[in-house]
Structure formats: structure tokens, C-alpha cells
């Protein structure tokens, strides 16, 4: 009892009061140490392109908050297992009116990518309704949730994301440079994707300048973030032999990198290689 009450109080001051005087979000964490391993978890797989490693650490955020809903959203989403991801889903979609406001907003927002990847995995077809649906309510939710918690960097990190998707490249390094201009630094993962985005307006030698960055930042070149920001920019230039090379690197590092999964098929495409 005194061990909970300590780690609840430890988990309200934490939420107040880290880095520095900025406002915090608990995520619905009932202890300290869940919500660390939920911060990691985005960690691993935005900063460091680490997937394996993020399913660990949400898998043990949950492990030790059983009743942590919005963790549980993440390792639906990073299951590979089709009858795991129902189960959560479903469990979660029973839930989801019992929660607070913004983590209702924000589960309403994994649930529906978690649809959408599910069905992907299955080789169903998403309707562009239901994709354009999943960026309506997402634009909507993390944009409100983002006025009252502007420093939460991995919920920021998807915004830009979503901002992207539907507005296009251009839009996505608008919004990254304006967050630039309000004093914000951007996290490893949003260096990497404006490198990506700079390749796809043809901005190559910006985009190689910004990946050049993010590797004397990060100064480890066996994190796979790496070889897939540069894979990726030599996907966009054409360079699919080079993209290629990269991109296997990326999935030697972490074989559960799904979105180098995805690339690599791009490029296998491009290079007439079949698909086992």
C-alpha cells in the first residue's frame, strides 16, 4: 500500500514538475515506472528506429499497469499477431468511455490506426474514407490535445505526421519550422522525417545535409534510424540500388522495422524483384 501510494505521488509530481516547469501528461499511468517504459517505448521506435525494442518496453509498461489503456494501444499496434490486436482492440473499444477526456482523445486516435493497421496486415484494403477519417481525427484530437501539453514530443512527433499526410510535404516542413521558431528542438525522430521530407520536394542536398545531422547527433551508427533516413532519400532520388543496400542494413539492425518493411517492398518494386 505504501510502496502504490508512494509511486502515485512520485507519478503526479513527475508529471508536473519534469523537464524543468513544463506541463506534463500522465497518459493514464498509474506508476512511475509504467509510464517510463511508455516514454521509452516511443523512444526506441521514433528516435532510435528501434521497433523490437519498443515492443518491449511497452510491453512492460503494461506488464506493470495492467490497467494502463493507452499503453495497451501501443502494443496492439506494434503486435504482429492479428488475434492479439483484436483482443486489445476490443477489450480497449469497451473502455475507452470510462477514461478522462484526453486520454479518450487519444485512444479514440490509436484505436482507429490500429484498424487501419490491422486490416493492412490481414491484405484488406483500407477505403479512403476510413484513411481520411483516421487524419480527420487525429489532426482534430493531438491539435486540441497539443494546446494544453505543447511539449509532448512524441504526440507532436505524429502530429507532424498526420499534418503530412494530409496536407502534403510542404505542409509537414511548415509546421516542423514554425515548431523550430517557438524554441522547440526537434527530437531525433523529427530530424530524420524532415530529411524525409525534404527528399520528397526534391530538396536533396537539404535532405542529406539533415541526415548528416541527425547522425553527428545521434553518434551511433548502428541505430537503424540511420541507414533508413539515407535509404529513404535515395529511394526518393531514384536511387533504388543504393536505397536498397540501406534499407536491408535498416532491417538487419531491427528485422521489425515495419516501415523499412514497407520501403523495402517499394524498392523491390522499383527493381523488379519478386517478393517471396
Not at 496492439?76 to 492479439?84: A, C, D, F, L
Not at 522547440?184 to 520536394?201: H, K
Amino acid at each position: 500500500m505504501i510502496k502504490a501510494l508512494f509511486s502515485f505521488f512520485l507519478l503526479t509530481f513527475l508529471s508536473q514538475f519534469s523537464h524543468g516547469q513544463e506541463k506534463r501528461f500522465s497518459y493514464g499511468a498509474n506508476n512511475a515506472e509504467a509510464l517510463k517504459y511508455y516514454e521509452q517505448g516511443w523512444e526506441y521506435i521514433l528516435d532510435k528506429g528501434k521497433w523490437q525494442k519498443a515492443e518491449d518496453a511497452f510491453r512492460l509498461a503494461v506488464a506493470l499497469d495492467p490497467d494502463f489503456h493507452l499503453g495497451w494501444s501501443q502494443v496492439g499496434r506494434i503486435s504482429h499477431v492479428p488475434e492479439e490486436r483484436a483482443a486489445i482492440f476490443t477489450k480497449l473499444q469497451q473502455q475507452k468511455e470510462k477514461l478522462n477526456d484526453w486520454e479518450k482523445d487519444l485512444l479514440e486516435v490509436y484505436l482507429t490506426s490500429l484498424e487501419i493497421i490491422d486490416a493492412r496486415d490481414r491484405g484488406i484494403p483500407n477505403t479512403p474514407e476510413k484513411v481520411q477519417s483516421f487524419y480527420r481525427i487525429s489532426e482534430q484530437h493531438f491539435s486540441e490535445f497539443l494546446k494544453h501539453y505543447p511539449y509532448e514530443r512524441y504526440v507532436h512527433a505524429e502530429y507532424i505526421e498526420v499534418i503530412h499526410g494530409i496536407y502534403g510535404a510542404q505542409a509537414g516542413l511548415d509546421s516542423l519550422e514554425k515548431h523550430r521558431k517557438n524554441g522547440n528542438e526537434l527530437i531525433p525522430f523529427l530530424i530524420s522525417y524532415q530529411a524525409q521530407l525534404l527528399s520528397e520536394t526534391k530538396q536533396f542536398e537539404l535532405a542529406l545535409k539533415t541526415a548528416l545531422q541527425l547522425e553527428k547527433r545521434l553518434d551511433n551508427p548502428d541505430l537503424p534510424i540511420i541507414p533508413f533516413t539515407y535509404g529513404y532519400i535515395a529511394f526518393e532520388k531514384g536511387e533504388y540500388e543504393v536505397a536498397a543496400m540501406l534499407i536491408d542494413k535498416t532491417l538487419n539492425l531491427d528485422p521489425k522495422h515495419v516501415i523499412a518493411q514497407r520501403l523495402q517492398k517499394k524498392i523491390h518494386d522499383q527493381l523488379g524483384i519478386s517478393e517471396n
